[in-house]
Nanobody
Framework: VQLQASGGGLVQAGGSLRLSCAAAGRTFGTYAVAWFRQAPGMERDFVAG????????DYADSVKGRFTISRDDAKNTVYLQMNSLKPDDTAVYYCALYGGSFWVSVDRRPNNYDYWGQGTLVTVSS
C-alpha cells in the first residue's frame, strides 16, 4: 500500500490546515489509520488515530479539542483537520496504516504500523 500525504504548509498561530492522506489499494478499509508527527531532534509522536470502522478516534492530549481525524473509505483517504494551530505543532506529519490485531481500535505505538507516507511539513509561525 502506498500513502501520499499532503496539505502541509506555513500558517500563522491560530490558523487552520487540513492534511490529507491518500492510499493506493483496495484494502484501505481493513486498516486503522493514524497521524504522527516529528519535530527536529525529537521522536515521532502519536497525534491522532481512527479505527477501521471509523467509530473510534483517539487524540494526543496536546491536540485534543483542536484536531479532528476522519476517514472516507470510498476515496481511500484520511483527513486531519487542524485548528487553533500553535508554534509547538510545527513538525513533519506522517500518516500510517495499522494492520495488526482487530482487538485494537487505535494503537499509539509507531513501531506497530505497517505502512507510512512520506510526510508533509507543517510550520506554524508565532
Amino acid at each position: 500500500v502506498q500513502l501520499q500525504a499532503s496539505g502541509g504548509g506555513l500558517v500563522q498561530a491560530g490558523g487552520s490546515l487540513r492534511l490529507s492522506c491518500a492510499a493506493a489499494g483496495r484494502t484501505f478499509g481493513t486498516y486503522a489509520v493514524a497521524w504522527f508527527r516529528q519535530a527536529p531532534g525529537m521522536e515521532r509522536d502519536f497525534v491522532a488515530g481512527i479505527s477501521r470502522s471509523g467509530g473510534t478516534t483517539d487524540y494526543a492530549d496536546s491536540v485534543k479539542g483542536r484536531f479532528t481525524i476522519s476517514r472516507d473509505d470510498a476515496k481511500n483517504t484520511v483527513y486531519l483537520q487542524m485548528n487553533s494551530l500553535k508554534p509547538d505543532d510545527t513538525a513533519v506529519y506522517y500518516c500510517a496504516l495499522y494492520g495488526g490485531s482487530f482487538w485494537v481500535s487505535v494503537d499509539r505505538r509507531p513501531n506497530n504500523y505497517d505502512y507510512w507516507g512520506q510526510g508533509t511539513l507543517v510550520t506554524v509561525s508565532s
